[in-house]
């Protein structure tokens, strides 16, 4: 069981061989993931479209995110964070090279109130 959000690293991850994906918390409304980086992006021509509002932070590294209504992309740093709304295509244009980029996303439902 993991104790601390920067250790216990997947093997795949500490050899930069692909993105991992770690779920730490998940509920029938709420997911909470850790996602650790090394240098991936999104496929050409890819874009998320989740059917959850997701809100992501990272905690370590840096990353370009970038909305399809949006013309430039938004650069992360450590500490900053992001509300992707459900249904909104984005994709992740890079993340560090130089060393993991550790990102915590909480995945949840909109109340129907807040769906307008």
Aim: aromatic share 10%.
């Amino acid at each position: 069981m993991m104790t601390n959000i920067f250790t216990q690293f997947p093997i795949a991850a500490l050899n930069a061989v692909e993105e991992t994906f770690e779920t730490l918390v998940d509920r029938p409304d709420v997911r909470i993931e850790r996602i650790i980086s090394s240098g991936q992006a999104s496929p050409p021509g890819f874009w998320y479209c989740q059917p959850q509002s997701e809100w992501v932070i990272v905690l370590q590294g840096c990353a370009g995110l970038r909305f399809e209504n949006e013309s430039d992309v938004r650069e992360l740093r450590v500490g900053d964070f992001v509300t992707i709304p459900a249904q909104c295509r984005h994709r992740v244009e890079w993340t560090d090279p130089n060393g993991p980029t550790v990102w915590l996303a909480v995945h949840y439902d909109m109340p129907e109130s807040d769906k307008g």
